[in-house]
Every structure is written in C-alpha cells, then in structure tokens.
C-alpha cells in the first residue's frame, strides 16, 4: 500500500506465511474428499472389488500420499511464494468439483477440480510466472524422490509398487498442470519465460516416462 505521500509502505507480515481458519477448513475437507476418491478410483470403482484388507490399506495410504503431495502441497507451494511477495493468497474448494471427483471416481476414473488458491496483489509477470512454477516444480520434487525410491528398492513387493504409483500419478500431474492452456498453470509460465516452461516440461515428460519404465 501507499501512504498520504506516495511512498511505498508495506505491512508488518509482508511476506510472511499467513492462513485463515476458513481456509483450513476448507483444504482439510478437500484432501479427505480427494483421498476417498482416489481410493475408490485404485480399489476399481462401483464394479471393483476390495479384495482384501491389505488391497484396502494400500489404496487407502496411496491415495493419502497422493492427495497431500499432489494436491495440497502443490496449492500450498502457490501460496507460499504468492505471500513471500506480498501477495494475499487463500485456498478456495469448489464443492461442484468435490462433488463430481467422488461422482466419477466410483465410474472408475477421477476428474477433480478441487479448489484453487486466489491470489490478489500487485504480482509482476515473473513473479506471476513463478508462483504458476512452484506447484508442478512440487509435484516433480516428490515424483522424482518417489521414483528414485522405486528405481533404488525394487524387490520390496508391495512398498516398491507403492513408490512407482505415487511417483507416476506426481509426475502425471506435474505434466497436466504444465499444458499451456486455459486456467493451467502451464499457461501463466510459458506467458513468462518460453525457456522455463520447455525445460519444465521436458524434465517432467521424462521422469514420467522413467516411472512408466519407458526409459530405464
């Protein structure tokens, strides 16, 4: 903001990280809705079987990593760096989007727009590029960790299959978030740098393709 003279005064918590209790609410009812719709997404959907307790777990601990990894880190990783640079930032849940990912996942696929963070400030159009970098950069950070873990401990059954899954569904949505198109955060950074945005999105491309043992 600006005072009576023109100068340029920025608030006490400028830059630092800040929540509001309704947006609590609001992520903590998005990752477990997510978490139950993945799980019945892996468990097969309507038609599928549970099979046992341990098939269960497994969906059921996979499809919590993912939600906490894909989904809320990388809306918080938007967060983050919009309030490093002033800007105010909060998550938002689309309950319409909530509704149709449980909708869809018992036909056995998921499509999910949860919510996203708003953000409202002066950004510039690098910052605004980096802000849009930070969630798909999160997704690869953790696909990446997730992949290697697979790659380094491939004989531990059902630890192994897990590592692949979670890496593969972070690199998948990295690459869905990178699509330079319509609300995407693909669109925000290749309007800030073009470079950015290839080498983002060649890197993602190919631990993608290392996870579904395309290359390896």
Do not use: C
Not at 78 to 100: D, N, S
Not at 153 to 158: A, I, L, R, S, T
């Amino acid at each position: 903001m600006y005072d009576q003279y023109g100068n340029l005064v920025l608030p006490r918590d400028y830059g630092k990280i800040r929540f509001g209790r309704q947006e609590i609410v609001q992520i903590m009812i998005s990752v477990v809705v997510l978490t139950v719709a993945f799980t019945i997404v892996l468990l097969g959907g309507f038609l599928g079987d549970v099979g046992s307790y341990t098939t269960f777990l497994f969906a059921l601990v996979v499809s919590a990593v993912v939600s906490v990894t894909g989904f809320l880190l990388h809306e918080l990783a938007h967060k983050f760096v919009a309030q490093r640079y002033g800007a105010w930032a909060e998550y938002r849940m689309y309950p319409t989007g909530l509704i149709m990912a449980l909708l869809f996942s018992f036909l056995g696929f998921l499509f999910a727009a949860p919510g996203a963070v708003y953000i409202q400030g002066r950004i510039t159009k690098r910052q605004n590029g980096l802000i849009s970098l930070a969630g798909p950069a999160t997704n690869m950070a953790f696909g990446a960790i997730f992949i290697a873990l697979w790659l380094l401990y491939p004989d531990m059954g059902v630890w192994s299959a897990a590592f692949r899954l979670i890496g593969v569904l972070s690199m998948f949505l990295a690459v869905f978030n990178l699509i330079p198109f319509g609300p995407l955060d693909g669109r925000k950074v290749l309007n800030w740098d073009w470079g950015a945005w290839l080498i983002t999105m060649a890197l993602a491309v190919f631990l993608l393709a290392v996870g579904w043992g395309f290359i390896g």
